[in-house]
Nanobody
Framework: QVQLVESGGGLVQAGGSLRLSCAAS????????MGWFRQVSGKEREFVAAISQSGFTRYYADSVKGRFTISRDNAKNTMYLQMNSLKPEGTAIYSC????????????????WGQGTQVTVSS
């Protein structure tokens, strides 16, 4: 069974930065596109960013474009999300997920999810 473990969340002031990591247990990590999503209690899960198997193709939500960077290190079975210029509305639980197919914004295409890491941005 695939396990995805996020880390790197925490409390940061508005304008600050955090780097999230997503470590995968599987050796075939490089064969799958991956994504980052976030969720606030009582609201629907929101797409943040996605990356193709090679890392060449990347997609971002409009709300984070230019501030967040998704990347991956297939040798380490790990994906990252560098978050700069954080805003209070970025407060959420951030989760990584594995796609069944290509990199996509569609949450229905993701079959394995991590437990998430809390990011809190104070104003």
């Amino acid at each position: 069974q695939v396990q995805l473990v996020e880390s790197g969340g925490g409390l940061v002031q508005a304008g600050g930065s955090l780097r999230l990591s997503c470590a995968a247990s599987e050796r075939t990590f490089s064969a799958y596109a991956m994504g980052w999503f976030r969720q606030v209690s009582g609201k629907e899960r929101e797409f943040v960013a996605a990356i193709s198997q090679s890392g060449f193709t990347r997609y971002y939500a409009d709300s984070v474009k230019g501030r967040f960077t998704i990347s991956r290190d297939n040798a380490k079975n790990t994906m990252y999300l560098q978050m700069n210029s954080l805003k209070p509305e970025g407060t959420a639980i951030y989760s990584c997920a594995r796609s069944r197919g290509s990199a996509t914004r569609d949450t229905g295409e993701y079959d394995y999810w991590g437990q998430g890491t809390q990011v809190t941005v104070s104003s």
